[in-house]
């Protein structure tokens, strides 16, 4: 499996491009932003998209699904307790004052511990709430598609509308019971790794710092 990305928009969001090289087919997740970027990516990857798979509904990670869906159609998967979120992400976009195309609503939902097939790679589903109700991280065997639950250093906010800081306390629990060598693909920054974060990260040792 490969994992390939692109930064885009004002939100320096990491929209991810996952293949399984045996069979050249891929899923997109979080396209948040900039589609020609995200297209570009894919033609230079020669992969078949199978579906866009969204770790949350917020405008930043679904901002480029619009225009992707017209080009590949293909489903979009969002867990349903991001759906109003997901609808409200034209409001997000106009409080925030950027260019935003409103997605269609998801064509399927995602639940805790459902597994996603993409050819030879499998991918389990964990709900982690807290940084939106219905955000999921996607885990294989080597690496976990985090989406806004933990980056290099730090975690995803807790203030926004619909966030629950004690429900994240308790996702970020759940990161303690994961293979501590996955790599883990961020929503925003670089790619870390799950033993560097639990051993250094101050949202997980206890020791105090500051969200982003």
């Known amino acids: 499996m490969k994992v390939e990305w692109v930064t885009v928009g004002p939100f320096q969001e990491n929209s991810y491009l996952v293949i399984d090289e045996p069979s050249a087919r891929a899923v997109l997740v979080d396209p948040g932003d900039e589609p020609m970027r995200i297209v570009r990516l894919v033609e230079r990857a020669g992969v078949h998209i199978e579906?866009?798979?969204?770790?949350h509904g917020h405008l930043d990670h679904v901002g480029a699904v619009a225009e992707l869906k017209r080009r590949w159609k293909v489903?979009?998967?969002?867990?349903?307790?991001d759906l109003m979120l997901h609808?409200?992400?034209?409001q997000q976009a106009a409080f925030y004052g950027v260019p935003f195309e409103q997605?269609?609503?998801p064509?399927?939902?995602l639940q805790e511990g459902q597994q996603l097939t993409l050819g030879e790679a499998r991918f389990?589903?964990?709900h982690t709430p807290g940084h939106s109700p219905g955000h999921v991280v996607f885990v294989?065997?080597?690496?976990?598609i985090g989406g806004d639950l933990l980056f290099a250093g730090s975690i995803g906010r807790t203030d926004l509308p619909m966030s629950d800081p004690d429900a994240m306390e308790r996702s970020l629990a759940l990161l303690h019971t994961l293979d501590p060598d996955l790599v883990v693909y961020p929503g925003h920054g670089p790619p870390t790794?799950?033993?560097t974060e639990l051993a250094t990260n101050p949202f997980l040792t206890g020791i105090a710092g500051s969200s982003i």
């Open 51 to 55: 579906a866009i798979w969204l770790t």
């Open 75 to 81: 489903p979009v998967l969002l867990h349903p307790d």
């Open 87 to 90: 609808r409200r992400a034209s």
């Open 103 to 105: 997605p269609p609503d």
């Open 107 to 109: 064509d399927g939902t």
């Open 124 to 126: 389990v589903v964990r």
């Open 140 to 144: 294989a065997d080597d690496c976990m």
């Open 193 to 195: 790794n799950l033993a």
